[in-house]
Structure formats: structure tokens, C-alpha cells
């Protein structure tokens, strides 16, 4: 595979290189002028480049997708980052949530928990979670309520990270609710 990728690499520099060297013999009469259509077409290249590889985060930015709730059913569509998100109303307060089958529990951040009502400050952080950046300690909650639409789970429970964390997850103790959850073309489907 390396062999193949140096390869391509040769060829595309041999190319380009003729190229250069076509466009330096055919304007070699005007210099400045053949450099500034140069200039042009690089930048036109740059930008197509940009275009095509920032594409995904500009279609998300003008059309978000959204998720659907319909019934005992949540579809959740897949960010550009690869997870799944869903915001759900927790004790009453919106919070945005990164739906990991990966974590046991509903895991907290500590501003998510600060969020709600609950003093962080005060908790006993008497559990352990192994994540893939190490060992943090925990501390049990329970939480009043989870809503999503109107599916709604109440005496939830939950931990909140002592360590630091860019968001809360929704672990498999909540998702297990659910009777199915399934990924079928780029979309988490909660069924309940």
C-alpha cells in the first residue's frame, strides 16, 4: 500500500511539474503576468480544496440535523464528529447529552449537575469509573426526572464525574428503557 501511495505521489509530482514548466516556457515573454494567473489558480484550487473538505461542517451549520421524537420513538442523527446527541430535560432543565453505549451509567458533568440544583460541592465521591482517560471518582444521584418529547422517565439514577468533562453521557442504565436501539443509515432509533 506504501509502495502504491509513493507511487501516485511520483506521478502527481512529475505532472505537476510539467505543468510549471509548460506554463514558464509558453509565458516566458511576461513573468509577472504568468505568475499572477498562477497565483489565481492556486488560490481558486485552495478554495475548492477547503470547500470539499470542510463541506459536511457547512451543510451542518446552515441545516442542522435535528432529532425526531414521534411517539415511543427517538431518531437521533449522527453528528459530523461521529457521536449521537440528544438533548433532554433533566429535573426540568435542558441538558445535551452524547448518548454512549460505551458508559454503564447516566454520567454527569459537574457543570451539567451544578446545572440542575445539585451542589457538587457537597458530594460524597465514593465511586470509581475507568475512562478511557483513567481512573475518576464518582458520586451517586438520583435524578426526579429525564424527558425526551414525551418520553419520560422518572427516579433515574446517575453519577456526576468528579474529573473534568465536555459534557454528559447517557449510558446504558438509561438507554436499557428503551426495548430497541438500533443504527440504520446514519441514525440512532430508540424505540420504546
Sequence with gaps: MENFDFARLTYLVILGSV????????????????????????LIFVGALAIVGLWDDIRQTVRPAQSVVAGDRIELPRAPDGHYYMTAEVNGTPLRFVVDTGASQVVLSRSDAEEIGIDTENLNYLGRAFTANGEVRTASVRLDSIEIGPVRHENVRAVVNEGEMQGSLLGMSYLQEFSSIEITGGTLVLTR
Design 19 to 42: 505543468l510549471v514548466l509548460w506554463f514558464v516556457v509558453q509565458g516566458r515573454d511576461s513573468i509577472g503576468r504568468l505568475l499572477q494567473h498562477a497565483l489565481i489558480w492556486a
